[in-house]
């Protein structure tokens, strides 16, 4: 090997080995969804402290676009904490120190609330503690969507403005188009399938939930294993 090659063999080394320096200092930092990271207090009936994950998975971001699809045929198989969790924290968690998340919001406001429809009940998701509050202790899954095919999905969320936060709805409306995208995305990372949809008994969810006249329930997505 000459000299030549020598050298440009070692300086793309060295820069391998500064980067993976550098990630393990992020690594280091700590989200609460990291391991190692901030988790709050246990588990409790009405509440539900989501696992924390490492975020080295090999699977592309190319992939998960290639694999990116609608479904419209799940199989009523309960998520397990891990792949709630990851679901959840790449639809809106937290990935930097500073509490900005994975996914972009006018000013920075966040008025879109996470809501999880599961066998257990609906929970909001709170991305700060990377956990999931139970704001209905009953299964209302079938009473969300107009389409039967969507009723045995495992998890189904609802997105929901909250006025109070922002005046700007069409700010919120793509918060929650880039929340939809990320949710697709780690669906397909998982080997699972996904669908948002506008077929939604809104008004019947609305009093079901008790929500307040600042809440608006916008749309819904589907996600879990498939047939």
């Known amino acids: ?16 080995l500064f980067a993976m320096v550098r990630g ?10 990291d391991p190692g990271g901030a988790t709050g207090e246990a588990s409790k009936p009405e509440n539900i402290v989501l696992p924390p994950f490492e975020k080295n998975k090999n699977f592309t971001l190319d992939r998960a676009l290639l694999e990116r699809k ?16 990851r679901l959840l924290w790449a639809t809106t968690g937290v990935n930097r120190e500073d509490g900005h998340r994975t996914t972009p919001s006018g000013q920075g406001k966040y008025p879109v609330d996470v809501l999880a429809a599961l066998r257990e009940g609906v929970y909001r998701y709170e991305p700060k503690d990377h956990r999931l509050v139970r704001v209905f202790p009953e299964d209302i899954r079938e009473k969300i969507p107009n389409q039967d095919s ?20 069409e700010f919120a409306d793509i918060e929650i ?22 077929g939604v008994r809104i008004n019947d969810v609305t009093k079901i939930l008790g929500l307040k006249e600042s809440q608006i329930l916008r749309i819904a997505q589907a996600a879990g294993p498939t047939k």
């Open 1 to 16: 090997m000459d000299r030549r090659a020598f050298f440009r063999r070692a300086t793309a080394l060295s820069v391998g």
């Open 24 to 33: 393990g200092k992020t690594w280091a930092k700590g989200l609460p969804s």
């Open 70 to 85: 609608t479904t419209r045929s799940f199989v009523d198989r309960p998520l397990s904490r891990e792949e709630l969790s």
């Open 177 to 198: 188009g880039c929340m939809s995208q990320d949710l697709y995305l780690e669906s397909a990372a998982l080997g699972m399938g996904s669908c948002m949809f506008a």
């Open 150 to 169: 969507f009723k045995k999905a495992a998890i189904i969320v609802l997105y929901v403005i909250n006025k109070d936060k922002t005046s700007r709805i």
